[in-house]
């Protein structure tokens, strides 16, 4: 059974940092890229950051202020987030790429950015 945990997610005030973390398991198939989406009210469910077959692709709207690096003996990708803005706020989703499947989602986490 496939999960994907995610953890992290909270109030934060603007400038400030956050950190999310997405636990893997269960995936049977080879996992070539893993990463976050997030999803504003009334918007799309959008790319953040992801890291696919060793690079990492970045949403230009996050450049210089969001970091994702992957723990692959854990099976774990983070989101290191610093200098968060509100428009940052959002629900923050768990994104697993395998290779032979469909990939997976996690359940979501929210960020809120707000004083």
């Known amino acids: 059974q496939v999960q994907l945990v995610e953890s992290g997610g909270g109030l934060v005030q603007p400038g400030g940092s956050l950190r999310l973390s997405c636990a893997a398991s269960?995936?049977?198939?080879?996992?070539?890229?893993m990463g976050w989406y997030r999803q504003a009210p009334g918007s799309e469910r959008e790319l953040v950051a992801i890291v696919s077959s060793g690079s990492s692709i970045y949403a230009d709207f996050v450049k210089g202020r969001f970091t994702v690096s992957i723990d692959s003996a854990k099976n774990t990708v983070y989101l290191q987030m610093n200098s968060v803005k509100p428009e940052d706020t959002a629900v923050y989703y768990c994104?697993?790429?395998?290779?032979?499947?469909?990939?997976?989602w996690g359940q979501g986490t929210q960020v809120t950015v707000s004083s």
């Open positions: 269960g995936i049977r198939f080879r996992i070539n890229t």
């Open positions: 994104r697993v790429g395998a290779v032979g499947s469909l990939g997976f």
